[in-house]
DNA sequence: TTCTGTGCAAATCTTTTGCATGGCA
DNA sequence: TGCCATGCAAAAGATTTGCACAGAA
């Protein structure tokens, strides 16, 4: 397992076991929204607070450690990567990483030298395609 | 300038002049938020109702008639069209079309046939790069 | 010990809903 | 005339803020 803590002594942010916590989860689902951490961590710290939540993902965010995507409107964070693009499945929600290579075109850093690209694909997972 | 009217004749949306004010506004700006919108319409229709704007943001989309477009986390609309690209410039918020064939490459296709594809480009544009 | 982080509650947006009235077809 | 649309106010959701206390360095 990739070790989180060296993520935040890397950063201006101090050590907690609720930050450990959200970056575990992250690690584990991949992307998850602030609900899903809330409620996945609230299993283990009973008393963790939504508000702490907010503020965290946001620190993690200006920090660099974790990146927020779009998904149908609805935002979501992971775990700071290698640019890549999202197939999202419309059916069962499944979110994948694709990298960029396989998929984006080269001349586009061409045209927009030193841009920040986000792109989402929406379609049918294989599971759900073979139901 | 495009016939706005006929986009509801073909619904099941009836005429009225606040659809017709947001599509008109749509047409203008080419991209927008509902607060834009808002403050716009508000100046020829100042008893027009946030709430209004809001439902019809969300029937026109459901008739496919506008859609939705989600930068940096804000939601945004425009005149549904050809799939197409954003790029958004992160200094003055300009945001502009970029057809697809320009920049997708054309395996994506075969890789993820019938999928609903959504790129944005964060860039600077060329207004703010001469600056 | 110092200063940042946490948790609670309240405040602030943002978006949706219910309902009476108004207006398109 | 019959519905659908509008506008208002209230409700519901999502996110941020203030403050006192707890905990990391």
Redesign the interface.
């Known amino acids: 397992m990739k070790n989180l803590k060296s993520l935040l002594e890397e950063s201006n942010l101090k050590i907690t076991p609720q930050r450990l916590a959200i970056l575990k989860e992250l690690d584990n689902k991949g992307h998850a929204s602030i609900e899903e951490i809330y409620e996945t961590i609230k299993e283990m710290f009973p008393s963790i607070s939504l508000a702490t939540i907010y503020k965290n993902i946001n620190s993690l965010k200006d920090e660099g450690i974790i990146s927020?995507i779009?998904l149908h409107?609805k935002?979501k964070y992971e775990l700071q990567k290698e640019p890549h693009a999202h197939?999202i499945c419309q059916k069962c929600g499944y979110v994948e990483d694709v990298p960029f290579s396989?998929?984006?075109?080269k001349?586009?850093e061409k045209?927009?030298?030193?841009?920040?690209?986000?792109?989402?694909?929406?379609?049918i997972c294989a599971k759900c395609k073979e139901k």
């Open positions: 927020e779009c409107q935002p197939f396989e998929i984006m075109d001349n586009i045209k927009y030298p030193n841009s920040q690209k986000e792109l989402y694909i929406y379609g």
